[in-house]
């Protein structure tokens, strides 16, 4: 990837950010009232209707959703990316890895600003607050930009040859809520299904999330490894497809 090129991903995110900020009344606040009405009608189902106890589930729960958001926000909206800028792509020769790219970054920059609030919450939070543990944040944070850009990739590179594949991927993205470990911590499920859920890449990273601002511990090495792992082979992946096939997404719409 030439440092052109990351020029160009890093200028069209600041522009789309820019242009998100400024087409609605809210502005950047949204950005925080979407994962807190979240987790609002999470906490009230959780809390009210189901009876759950737990100390601090909101935080706990606040942390999940907004690192699933991203995750599921930017695989939804970078699935469209490439057909959605056809008109761009006819008019200048341009690698399309440009747009899954450029969302997954400003995606990142919205879960950043949900992250801050509940640091803020945490530390001030005295019966938990914060320790050196976050200071691992950052390598967090890299690990799941490079899933969500690896992720975002590929569904780009799929849905201008098989438009019915984003009507899918948004089925399996919202099953895959029930196993990211959104609501409930994986160590606590049967061995069996621990397992299963072990090789769902979100469910380690909400769990590290959760390890180094909650519980105050240091994040497993063998889940990093797996996360940035997983995340590599998929970028490589997605910017194959997306290179390989750049020709053909403007000859067959």
Not at 122 to 148: E, K, R
Request: charged share 10%.
């Amino acid at each position: 990837m030439s440092f052109q090129f990351s020029e160009l991903v890093l200028f069209r995110s600041l522009a789309e950010l820019r242009s998100e900020s400024t087409h609605s009344y809210a502005g950047m606040l949204w950005w925080l009232i979407r994962p807190l009405l979240s987790l609002c009608v999470y906490g009230v189902f959780f809390m009210l209707i189901m009876g759950v106890k737990e100390d601090h589930f909101l935080l706990f729960l606040f942390t999940g959703v907004i690192s699933w958001e991203w995750f599921a926000s930017a695989t939804l909206r970078n699935a469209g990316s490439v057909a959605g800028n056809r008109p761009l792509l006819l008019l200048v020769k341009l690698n399309p890895a440009l747009f899954p790219l450029s969302i997954s970054i400003v995606t990142m920059v919205k879960f950043l600003l949900g992250l801050l609030l509940l640091i803020i919450v945490v530390a001030c939070f005295g019966s938990m607050g914060l320790s050196s543990t976050a200071l691992l944040l950052p390598i967090l944070i890299l690990g799941q930009l490079v899933l969500v850009c690896g992720v975002g990739m590929i569904a780009a590179s799929i849905t201008p040859l098989l438009p019915d594949f984003q009507l899918l991927l948004l089925t399996v993205i919202q099953l895959m809520m029930f196993l990211s470990g959104v609501f409930n911590r994986i160590d606590t499920l049967p061995p069996t299904l621990r397992t299963w859920l072990s090789l769902n890449p979100m469910a380690l990273q909400i769990a590290q999330y959760r390890q180094v601002i909650l519980y105050h511990e240091l994040p497993k090495i063998q889940d990093m490894i797996y996360i940035w792992g997983f995340g590599i082979v998929c970028c490589l992946i997605g910017y194959a497809l997306l290179t390989k096939f750049r020709t053909t997404y403007t000859k067959i719409w």
